[in-house]
T-cell receptor, first 115, second 116 residues
Framework: GNSVTQMEGPVTLSEEAFLTINCTYT??????LFWYVQYPGEGLQLLLK?????DKGSNKGFEATYRKETTSFHLEKGSVQVSDSAVYFC??????????????FGTGTQLKVEL | DAGVIQSPRHEVTEMGQEVTLRCKPI?????LFWYRQTMMRGLELLIY????????DSGMPEDRFSAKMPNASFSTLKIQPSEPRDSAVYFC??????????????FGPGTRLTVL
């Protein structure tokens, strides 16, 4: 079946540090890949996505490249801010029997950015 | 667009009571998902609907849980009887699925359930 593995947190960084959160996946076919972010007390929000190999998703300074050869979708940001403190979820989507699409989520990585 | 609407936002109940969580998906979306989030188990998909039809309920913990989607604009998740281990944040999400293409899931703010 499909699965997503992401690095365990919490990840604690100083403001303006470089961020990498690793994500690898196992899937049949050609899934789409996503990063969702969850701020304290809120639901998940889509941060970025990539729908095919070598695509790069980007948003708010975050980037991730769909690497089929390494089955990875690592999240990066060059300079983090305190406001980036949140939980980040890597996910993949695959078509589901009966119609629609289903997301498979990783366990989430908590990021804490300190001044 | 109001986004996905969930009610109530917080629910505190006693063990054995019936709990009903409600969700209004984004207008025009045809897929609806119920998730549960806990510290121990992370984010779990409980059930999802496509065009109001339940497609996969394999994530529903046990018979105490049931979900319905009587029309395209409303869904409920019911727990009867509730138990303390059901305490969690329950999220509803919706998306527009067209053929083989995927559109993102939009999450509601969640219902924080506490069963005493």
């Amino acid at each position: 079946g499909n699965s997503v593995t992401q690095m365990e947190g919490p990840v604690t960084l100083s403001e303006e540090a470089f961020l990498t959160i690793n994500c690898t996946y196992t899937a049949t076919g050609y899934p789409s890949l996503f990063w969702y972010v969850q701020y304290p007390g809120e639901g998940l929000q889509l941060l970025l996505k990539a729908t095919k190999a070598d695509d790069k998703g980007s948003n708010k300074g975050f980037e991730a490249t769909y690497r089929k050869e390494t089955t990875s979708f690592h999240l990066e940001k060059g300079s983090v801010q305190v406001s980036d403190s949140a939980v980040y979820f890597c996910a993949l989507s695959a078509a589901a029997t009966g119609g629609g699409n289903k997301l498979t989520f990783g366990t989430g990585t908590q990021l804490k950015v300190e001044l | 667009d109001a986004g996905v609407i969930q009610s109530p936002r917080h629910e505190v109940t006693e063990m054995g009571q019936e709990v009903t969580l409600r969700c209004k998906p984004i207008s025009g979306h045809n897929s609806l998902f119920w998730y549960r989030q806990t510290m121990m188990r992370g984010l779990e998909l409980l059930i999802y609907f496509n065009n109001n039809v339940p497609i996969d309920d394999s994530g529903m913990p046990e018979d105490r849980f049931s979900a319905k989607m009587p029309n395209a604009s409303f869904s409920t998740l019911k727990i009867q009887p509730s138990e303390p281990r059901d305490s969690a944040v329950y999220f509803c999400a919706s998306s527009l699925a067209l053929g083989g293409t995927y559109n993102e899931q939009f999450f509601g703010p969640g219902t924080r359930l506490t069963v005493l």
